[in-house]
Structure formats: structure tokens, C-alpha cells
């Protein structure tokens, strides 16, 4: 019993057992232990959460309602090249772009000219219309050391389903960039100017240069001499020809004319027309050869006004009732009789008979 008593007293005067002392643990080499047929299962340890760490992820930033887009078919010109400027954006199709804003007269470019401007609408992708504009610019100025465009508003609405256009709400407004072009030549760039003027005087002429100065001046005059006086011949030519009469023809082949007139039939109407017609000419051929006036073009009014003074064997009444005849025979519906056929005639051979040129 003293033994017991002894035994019980150590045991109070020990510390607790290490099973039953608290260790920490860390938690990634924590593993929940399978249970055996003989031993519980014990839970796995986790680590506490933080607030830092549940709150939830940020969202991303939701995309532009307008995309803008912008490219130029060159970065640098050079005098009088063309170069096409293209704004391009990109909507969904409830968003309405206002055209008149993307206008020319709202461009505004220095050292540039605006030649032509295209609009285009695709909408071949589906929920994306895509709104291209291209601008033709070109410049002339030497001076400009570059050329710039300047930014470009664009206002936007948006289009409720069932809408029309011009009820849509102003939505915003997107800011289309500037844009600047380099104005450069295909010249490499020097440090200096290019002289393009010599600065040296100008050298004297030997003597014998200035001697031969008077006659190759008048080498020049000699060789234009011949070809004046050939010009002054072919004008001298010309007018001569314009003035120039017709071939006189002679006393006997114009009365061979008329007899052959005479012998015309002049039975029928049709045979007095051709007769008639035949006769005018005529007449109007000796009144020519006669004058010298251009007789085939005038009235029978006109012939004896234009006359320089009347026939001596015919009056310029019965040469103006005579032409008068004619013209009825060719153009009245009913034609002359046949009896005055031989009246007329002899009035004809009185013309011819006249003496006056």
C-alpha cells in the first residue's frame, strides 16, 4: 500500500501527457484519416476565409456602344497626290449614327483638299452594322509642313424596337481622332538649299561672235523674204478665184440653147412643167452673163431690183411677170396654159437678143 501511495503522489507532482497537449497544425499537411474498423473518422481542417478573399470578382468593363476605326490609303503625300481617308464604326443595329456629322462641310483639314466623298453601310455581319465613310483629299501647297485633320464628333441614338428613326433617343457622342499626314518628297533631303541659278557672271563673247551677230540677222530677213512673197502670191490666188466669173458661153451656144428649148412637147401638163423649168434656167443664165449677179437665187421680185439698169428690148415688169410664169409652172398646182407658151418664148428671145452686158 505504501507503493500505491507513492505512485499517486508522482503522478499529481507530473506535467499532463504530450497526447493531450494542444499543437498547432498546418493546415496543408492536414489530410482527413480514413476510418478504420477500430477507429473514428476525424475531420479535415480547413483555413478560415477572410472577407478580403469573398468578396466576388470585378466584372469586365462593358464594351463601347460605337467602335471607331480609321486608316489612310498612305501616311505621307507629296504635291498633288491623291489620298483617301476612311472613317470606319461599328454599332449594334438599334444604334442609330447621324450621317450629317461624318459631311464634308464638318471635315475640317489644313493643307489638304477635299476632291470626293463615299458613304457605305454593311450589315453582312449579324448584330454589327458597320458604318464607312472614305474622303478623297489631295494638296497643292508647297509650304505646308504637314498635313492635319482634325478631330470628328459623331453623335449617336438609340432605336427601340418598333421605332422609327427620327424618334430614336440621343444616346451620346463618340470623338473620332485627328489625324496628321507627313507632306514629303521622293528627293533625298539635303543640309543646303539646291543652287538652282548659277551666281557667276556671265562670260563676254569673243569678238568674231559679235561680228557674226549682224549676219545671221540678215540671213534670217533673206530667208523670210521668199516665203512672205509666197504667202502674198497663194492670198493674191485665192482672191482671184473668189472673184473669178463663170465661163462666158458664146452668142451661138446660147441660142442652140433656146431653139433646143422650142422643140420641146408641150401638150400635156407635165411637158409644159419640164418646159418651164428649162426656161427659168435659162432666163437666169443670160440675166448672169448679162449682169454678173448671181440670178439662180432670187425671186422673180428680187431679179429686177437687183438689176444695174433695165433690159433695152424688155422691161423689168415683163421680165418679172416672165419669171413669174415659170415659177407658177413649177410649183402652182395647175400649170400654164398652152397658149401662152409661145408668148413667153418670144419674150426669152428678146432677152437674149439684148445687147446690154
Known amino acids: 500500500?505504501?507503493?500505491?501511495?507513492?505512485?499517486?503522489?508522482?503522478?499529481?507532482?507530473?506535467?499532463?501527457?504530450?497526447?493531450?497537449?494542444?499543437?498547432?497544425v498546418n493546415p496543408a499537411q492536414t489530410q482527413p484519416v480514413a476510418p478504420?474498423?477500430?477507429?473514428?473518422?476525424?475531420?479535415?481542417?480547413?483555413?478560415?476565409?477572410?472577407?478580403?478573399q469573398a468578396r466576388p470578382a470585378p466584372k469586365p468593363p462593358a464594351p463601347a456602344p460605337v467602335v471607331v476605326r480609321t486608316w489612310v490609303s498612305r501616311t505621307a503625300v507629296w504635291l498633288g497626290d491623291r489620298v483617301t481617308y476612311v472613317v470606319e464604326l461599328q454599332a449594334a443595329p438599334e444604334i442609330e449614327i447621324l450621317a450629317d456629322d461624318l459631311d464634308p462641310d464638318r471635315l475640317t483639314v489644313e493643307g489638304l483638299e477635299i476632291l470626293d466623298v463615299a458613304t457605305e453601310r454593311d450589315a453582312s455581319v449579324p448584330g454589327r452594322v458597320t458604318h464607312r465613310t472614305r474622303y478623297g483629299l489631295v494638296t497643292y501647297q508647297v509650304d505646308a509642313p504637314a498635313l492635319t485633320i482634325a478631330a470628328i464628333p459623331v453623335r449617336y441614338s438609340l432605336r427601340q424596337p418598333g421605332q422609327r428613326q427620327e424618334d430614336a433617343v440621343p444616346a451620346g457622342e463618340v470623338v473620332v481622332p485627328p489625324l496628321v499626314l507627313a507632306l514629303r518628297s521622293t528627293l533625298a533631303p539635303t543640309a543646303g538649299a539646291i543652287a538652282i541659278r548659277d551666281a557667276r557672271p556671265v562670260m563676254p563673247l569673243p569678238r568674231w561672235v559679235r561680228l557674226a551677230q549682224p549676219v545671221g540677222i540678215g540671213l534670217l530677213v533673206l530667208s523670210v523674204v521668199p516665203v512672205a512673197l509666197w504667202g502674198a502670191g497663194l492670198a493674191q490666188r485665192a482672191r482671184r478665184s473668189r472673184t473669178r466669173r463663170a465661163p462666158r458661153r458664146s452668142m451661138k451656144q446660147r441660142r442652140a440653147d433656146l431653139e433646143e428649148i422650142k422643140m420641146l412637147e408641150v401638150s400635156s401638163e407635165s411637158d409644159r412643167r419640164n418646159a418651164y423649168v428649162r426656161l427659168d434656167a435659162w432666163i437666169r443664165e443670160q440675166i448672169h452673163h448679162a449682169t454678173g449677179i448671181a440670178a439662180a437665187g432670187l425671186t422673180p421680185a428680187e431679179v429686177p431690183a437687183a438689176l444695174p439698169r433695165p433690159f433695152r428690148s424688155i422691161e423689168n415688169e415683163d421680165l418679172k411677170r416672165l419669171l413669174g410664169e415659170c415659177e407658177r409652172a413649177k410649183y402652182a398646182p395647175q400649170a400654164p396654159p398652152a397658149d401662152g407658151w409661145r408668148s413667153d418664148l418670144e419674150a426669152a428671145e428678146h432677152l437674149l437678143d439684148s445687147r446690154t452686158r
Do not use: D, K, N
Open 1 to 24: 500500500m505504501r507503493w500505491v501511495g507513492v505512485a499517486i503522489s508522482l503522478s499529481c507532482l507530473l506535467p499532463a501527457p504530450l497526447a493531450a497537449q494542444s499543437v498547432p
Open 36 to 52: 478504420g474498423p477500430t477507429q473514428p473518422a476525424v475531420p479535415a481542417r480547413t483555413r478560415p476565409v477572410t472577407p478580403a
